[in-house]
């Protein structure tokens, strides 16, 4: 029986996940993964911030300073300059010198690698006790970098997720990384096409304004579409195209 508009959050939930992993491409173990270091740091750089311009935020960066020993000591006023492609170069940059001084205050030298054994939850506070390092930058890295099972949640996968009734209509992005992850296997491969693939529908579909819900695989359930244009006629769903089309253009990263 095909999933309602009236059914419960985590039957939605399995249901997008079971239909985005069809129309998205999958994302494999050998997925490309960025070094832990550099995950963490370039998150902190993505805040507000398109990808080109935290990637050239990025580079300017280690080009000025060489590596991060020549970040932490560079002077914050030079290091924000250097990163002035991001949306608050003046927070980010002694932000960065922090987060930097702790890893190497704490493990003596920069390097990430230990939290591949850390249980996941000693992990997870570790991060998020680092300055401006919130939920979702934590569990980017661990699940990103170390395939931790764990569920990052952005603002582009948080609103598809209160629009189609996965969580409810008043949950913070906080919120939903728990609500979410309890409704799904604990699988981290599982979780990274879940994540990626509803930040792509947020990002190519589901626009904060003007969704394109005609291109949806997801309107037979969305509270969304149902409170706009009704249930989805026979038709409506028939014209859904099964997967992404690559003349739509390019995924985002
Ligand atoms: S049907 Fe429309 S509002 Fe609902 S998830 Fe799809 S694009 Fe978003």
Redesign the pocket.
């Known amino acids: 029986m095909p999933t309602t508009y009236t059914a419960p959050a985590a039957e939605k939930t399995t249901e997008n996940q079971r239909i985005l992993q069809e129309f998205y491409p999958p994302l494999t173990q050998e997925t490309t993964r960025r070094s832990p270091m550099r995950e963490l740091i370039s998150t902190v750089l993505s805040h507000r911030t398109t990808h080109a311009d935290e990637e050239l935020a990025y580079d300017r960066m280690l080009e000025a300073f060489g590596d991060w020993e020549g970040v932490v000591n560079a002077p914050t006023q030079e290091l924000a300059h250097a990163i002035r492609t991001t949306r608050w170069p003046d927070t980010q940059a002694p932000r960065i010198q922090e987060i930097l001084r702790r890893i190497k205050a704490e493990r003596g030298e920069y390097n990430l690698d230990f939290l591949e054994e850390w249980p996941t939850e000693k992990g997870m506070q570790w991060l998020n006790d680092m300055p401006g390092i919130g939920l979702k930058t934590a569990s980017l890295v661990l699940l990103f970098n170390f395939r931790k099972p764990v569920l990052p949640v952005d603002t582009h996968v948080h ?2 997720a209160q ?2 009734g996965m969580i409810g209509p008043k949950a913070s992005v906080e919120k939903a990384h728990q609500v979410l992850l309890d409704q799904l296997p604990k699988d981290s491969l599982l979780l990274l096409n879940f994540h990626k693939h509803n930040y792509w ?2 990002q190519k ?3 904060f304004t003007k ?3 005609a ?5 037979g359930f ?4 149902l409170e ?1 244009y009704g249930p989805a006629t026979p038709e409506a769903l028939a014209a859904t195209p099964a997967c992404w089309d690559t003349a739509w253009g390019a995924l985002p990263h």
Do not use: A, S
Request: charged fraction near 20%; charge should be positive.
């Open positions: 609103r598809v629009r189609v529908h947020g579909i589901c626009f969704p394109n819900c291109r949806c695989p997801l309107k969305c509270n969304y579409y706009h």
